[in-house]
């Protein structure tokens, strides 16, 4: 499936286990954001082979969670193993297909495979557990009950673009550890990426029909698949808008949404200046800010906010803009229509009176990063994501008004807080209404071994390694009545 540079492939979906190209004969065309030509091919499959991936799973499913965890963790160890060998050509392949700089496409990889030998590890130390009847007042002692978790099904696994390795792994490593099967839907821009990582994993010999890859339009797949009552669970990555329609759509199964955030970094008199401004610039406009975590707005002390913007301003001017393929900070956002959105997001700052301390400059979909002072409530970017390289500042008289402005958000992802008080950040972590609260230091995904979640519109459930296996699996009791 290599092809010669320049030629564009047409990938075959995966589908019951066997690469295979859809019944359809339609295929869908993915254009590289920085390089704006079609450098792939993808199928459109069907809702009959939706059916057909789904039932194949079941069936596989049952002699799956029959192995050991050891015999799982085997299939899982090679995969990682074979994601090592491919290691270049995957993060190549991340960093055409979605524009993300080498190095940090690199840096994805090796973390999905650190993740996935974490998952295995993980996997083998969660225990059951055995419960005396006695232990409830009036209670038997001759009741012994003997809890274990057991595999929920299959679970649908739909990943995002701008993580298309990791974030697709952190939702099919622990599913299979957990026993499950699964459908594995990426994003259709990241597709390609995610086709060469499961290449990988079937290469493990896997049980063909365990898992299946699966690439199509929305508007025939989308509902079909979600709403489908041969999945058993749904984890899912991307867009509040998108998470909410899910959850509207799926009854009576579980989820884990993992949503959008509009993360705030409340900067005290007392910070740190140099420590804050690394932190926030790298925060707010690492991959040109497409991620769920990036610092999202700045609520600053007055009475520190000059110095900080002065710091801001020199550290971002000196990023980096331009092709990924130069290695370069600022890149190329995924399409026009988020450029326009962006962009859109900054007229309406300065329109209404926001200061434009740098940046404001666009070539296509290629946005300088920009830092606007001054912003106020009544601007869309004090409140809207936007997925890209800007970043709003808000002046404020006190703690309590950071607080105030940053629990106002429909968003609860993570917030920073910079201070050099420890019980001023205590106190303010215990106020901020997010999942997450990082204390000097940028809002981020991970340790993996960490719990990953959001609250109000930002997500449902929680993730990180355990937490996923727990959340892929449920307890079984079984009571021995004893003699």
């Known amino acids: 499936m290599d092809s010669v540079k320049n030629d564009v492939t047409t990938y075959p979906a995966y589908l019951a286990g066997k690469w295979q190209t859809s019944e359809s004969r339609e295929t869908i065309a993915i254009t590289s954001p920085w390089q704006h030509d079609v450098i792939g091919k993808v199928q459109a499959v069907t809702q009959s082979e939706v059916d057909q991936s789904i039932k194949a799973s079941k069936k596989a499913q049952h002699a799956w969670a029959s192995l050991s965890l050891g015999d799982r963790g085997q299939y899982l160890n090679q995969w990682a193993n074979e994601l090592e060998k491919d290691k270049e050509?995957?993060?190549?392949?991340?960093?055409?297909?979605?524009?993300k700089n080498y190095d940090d496409a690199e840096k994805e990889v090796t973390r999905t495979i650190d993740l996935i030998r974490y998952t295995v590890q993980e996997a083998l130390h969660i225990h059951g557990?055995?419960?005396?009847?006695?232990?409830?007042?009036?209670?038997?002692?001759?009741?012994?009950?003997?809890?274990?978790r057991v595999p929920l099904g299959v679970v649908l696994a739909i990943s995002p673009f701008n993580y298309p390795v990791n974030l697709a792994a952190s939702k099919i490593a622990p599913a299979l550890m957990a026993g499950n099967g699964v459908i594995f839907k990426p994003a259709t821009q990241g597709s390609i990426s995610g086709i060469k990582m499961i290449q990988a994993l079937d290469r493990t010999g896997l049980p063909t029909g365990l898992l299946s890859l699966i690439t199509g339009h929305g508007s025939v797949i989308g509902d079909y698949l979600t709403e489908h009552p041969g999945i058993n669970m749904i984890s899912f990555t991307g867009s509040t808008q998108?998470?909410?329609?899910?959850?509207?759509?799926?009854?009576?199964?579980?989820?884990?949404?993992?949503?959008?955030g509009k993360d705030p970094a409340i900067v005290c008199h007392d910070a740190n200046l140099d420590l804050t401004a690394?932190?926030?610039?790298?925060?707010?406009?690492?991959?040109?800010?497409?991620?769920?975590?990036?610092?999202k707005r700045v609520l600053v002390d007055d009475s520190i906010a000059d110095q900080?913007?002065?710091?801001?301003?020199?550290?971002?001017?000196?990023?980096?803009?331009g092709s990924p393929v130069d290695d370069n900070a600022i890149v190329p956002l995924i399409d026009n229509k988020s450029a326009d959105f962006v962009q859109g997001l900054i007229d309406d700052a300065l329109s209404k009176g926001a200061t434009l301390i740098t940046g404001n400059r666009r070539d296509k979909n290629l946005l300088a990063p920009t830092l606007l002072d001054n912003v106020t409530e009544d601007?869309?970017?004090?409140?809207?994501?936007?997925?890209?390289?800007?970043?709003?500042?808000?002046?404020?008289?006190?703690?309590?008004?950071a607080i105030e402005i940053a629990n106002k958000s429909n968003f609860g992802l993570q917030a920073s807080v910079f201070t050099q008080d420890i019980d001023k950040a205590l106190e303010i972590a215990g106020a901020v209404e997010v999942g997450t609260v990082q204390v000097n230091g940028r809002p981020e995904?991970?340790?993996?071994?960490?719990p990953f979640l959001g609250v109000k519109a930002s997500g449902m459930g929680t993730q990180g390694v355990h937490n996923s296996i727990l959340s892929m699996s449920r307890e079984k009791l079984t009571v021995m009545n004893l003699k």
């Open 89 to 99: 050509a995957i993060a190549t392949s991340v960093m055409t297909e979605v524009g």
């Open 129 to 148: 557990e055995s419960v005396r009847g006695d232990g409830f007042p009036g209670g038997s002692k001759e009741k012994l009950g003997i809890i274990e």
């Open 242 to 260: 998108t998470g909410k329609h899910l959850s509207q759509k799926s009854i009576m199964i579980p989820l884990v949404l993992e949503l959008g």
């Open 278 to 295: 690394k932190n926030i610039v790298s925060g707010a406009f690492s991959y040109s800010g497409q991620r769920c975590t990036a610092v």
């Open 308 to 321: 900080l913007v002065a710091k801001l301003k020199t550290a971002v001017e000196k990023l980096s803009v």
């Open 379 to 401: 601007m869309d970017v004090a409140w809207i994501e936007p997925f890209g390289p800007v970043l709003p500042i808000i002046r404020v008289h006190s703690v309590a008004e």
């Open 445 to 450: 995904r991970g340790p993996d071994n960490f």
